[in-house]
Every structure is written in structure tokens, then in C-alpha cells.
């Protein structure tokens, strides 16, 4: 065989796919009164104090900590959508119903399903993944009133900073499905919108699901926002507003199908030796192309 032809590799030279990893064990993220929570502890203004350098700095550890459990067990997960909402919703309300419709679709669809794996909306999307067969995970929060774990988490990971659970909401999801809810909600929506407006994600939907309790932000956003220059009419349309399960899901299947076309596309056309992606977002590299003898 020529110096310059690289033989095909061996079978038993490739890697095992690694085995299936348990869930990560449930810490106790119960609070006594008074308590401050991790993220606090991190975010504290208070006076600095010689020892306070070398307690951040180790802090870090506990960060990183944090990363890895969390990669390690969500990069084998699939295609998955995560799901925002209330958690003050209760299981006779609407949008209970809806939630647990939108999940039960998706699961049915061939995604999995991720929430913060509280009450709530939360829990409605993780019934709904869960009775209909597919994988629902829950990335719950320390926080400094009681939450807790749904009943319907599968896969549960506990995160003490809000910044590495919001990292593993957007890494490992191919859209957002936000139901009417409070500040935490809000807060997903705008940085999933930052994300996709600055080029960090692409073919992202964001659905808003309820028409009525988005109207009036909305409605902000064009009529004062928009209107002063301070975005321009394509960030608004990268919004899709829908009363409608199906509706919700057809749009996630949609844009999934795209982005698997164009990573298709951009593995064919990568050199030998280039990097595309792979599964979970990580990337693994192309083997070079056979020469001709």
C-alpha cells in the first residue's frame, strides 16, 4: 500500500459507546431560615476580607463541579426542547393542560423533554413527556423557598447556580416553549432571544404559547421598543405566538429537520481532518477521505 493511503480503521480500533450514565444523586438542597444560597454566598457585595480571594477562587471548583455532572449526563440525551413556565399554575388550569399536551406531542416526536422539575408548568411538561413515553428531565435550583422535584423527573440534575442550569437550558435544546410565568421565565425568554439575535444559536425557535398573556408585551416591544430603533422588525419575528399544541410542535420539527439538513450539508463538505459536530453538541472529527490507488 502507498505511503500517502491511510487504511480504513479497524473495527476493533473503534470506541465502545460509553454505558448509560444513572442519574445524578439528589443532594439536599432543603434550606433552614436565614440561609443564604449559593448563588448569593457568590454574588455577595459585602466588605472584602484577606480570605475572601482564596474562597472565590475555590468556589470555582464547585462551579466547574457543577459543569461537568451536568454535561456528563445531558450530552448522550438526544433531541430535546425545553419547556418554561409558571410554577404557581395549578393542575385544573388551562394552560396545566396545554403544557402537558405540547410535551406529550413532543415526546410522541421523538424529543425529550427538560424543565426546571418544580411545580407548575414544570411539572405539567414532565407528566406529559413522561406517560407519553418519551425522556423528561428536570435541572432543578437551589432556592430560598421550597420547590422540589416534581414527580414525573426522570432524569434529575440539582444545580446551585443559576448560570450553569441556564448553560444546560439552551446547550442542550433545539427550541424553547415558553408558557405564561414570572421573572425566571422572563428571564429565558430575553437571553434565548440575545443568543439567536448575537449569532450564538441558530434555527432556535422560541415559541410563546398563550396569545392573550403576551399580547401586552408585545405589543411593548413593537410599539415602543421597535418603535424607537432600539431593535429591528426580524428580532421581533424571531418570536412565533401560538394557542396551539400541534402548532407549537409542527414549528420545533420544522426548524430540527433544517438543522440537521445544513449540519448534513457542512459534514459533506468539510476537508479531511475538519471538525463537525456530533451528538450533544460536542464535536468529533471527519475522517479523512480515502486517496485512490
Request: proline share 10%; charged share 25%; with cysteine.
Amino acid at each position: 500500500m502507498p505511503d500517502d493511503v491511510k487504511p480504513e480503521p479497524d473495527e476493533a480500533d473503534v470506541p465502545a459507546p460509553p454505558p448509560p450514565q444513572p442519574p445524578v444523586p439528589l443532594p439536599d438542597l432543603s434550606m433552614k431560615p436565614g440561609q443564604q444560597t449559593e448563588d448569593e454566598r457568590l454574588l455577595s457585595r459585602a466588605e472584602p476580607t484577606p480570605t475572601d480571594t482564596t474562597t472565590d477562587a475555590w468556589r470555582v471548583f464547585r462551579i466547574m463541579g457543577e459543569f461537568v455532572e451536568g454535561f456528563d449526563t445531558l450530552a448522550r440525551l438526544g433531541p430535546a426542547v425545553s419547556v418554561f413556565g409558571s410554577a404557581r399554575v395549578l393542575p385544573d388550569s388551562p394552560q396545566y393542560h396545554a403544557a402537558e399536551a405540547t410535551a406529550a406531542l413532543l415526546a410522541r416526536a421523538g424529543f425529550a423533554v427538560i424543565t426546571g422539575g418544580g411545580p407548575g408548568i414544570m411539572e405539567a411538561a414532565n407528566k406529559g413527556a413522561s406517560e407519553a413515553g418519551g425522556e423528561s428531565v428536570g435541572c432543578n435550583i437551589e432556592l430560598p423557598f421550597e420547590q422540589g422535584m416534581n414527580a414525573y423527573v426522570q432524569v434529575a440534575i440539582n444545580f446551585r447556580y443559576f448560570f450553569v442550569r441556564k448553560t444546560m437550558f439552551v446547550k442542550y435544546a433545539e427550541a424553547f416553549v415558553i408558557f405564561p410565568g414570572g421573572f425566571g421565565t422572563m428571564d429565558e425568554l430575553f437571553e434565548s432571544l440575545t443568543l439567536i439575535q448575537t449569532g450564538k444559536v441558530r434555527d432556535f425557535p422560541v415559541i410563546l404559547f398563550g396569545s392573550e398573556y403576551w399580547s401586552g408585551l408585545l405589543g411593548w416591544l413593537k410599539q415602543t421598543m421597535l418603535a424607537e430603533g432600539k431593535v429591528h422588525q426580524e428580532d421581533l419575528d424571531l418570536l412565533i405566538v401560538t394557542d396551539s399544541p400541534e402548532e407549537a410542535v409542527t414549528h420545533i420539527i420544522d426548524a430540527h429537520e433544517r438543522h440537521r439538513a445544513r449540519a448534513l450539508e457542512r459534514a459533506a463538505a468539510a476537508r479531511p481532518g475538519d471538525a463537525v459536530p456530533g451528538p450533544g453538541g460536542f464535536r468529533v472529527p471527519v475522517p479523512p477521505r480515502r486517496q485512490a490507488r
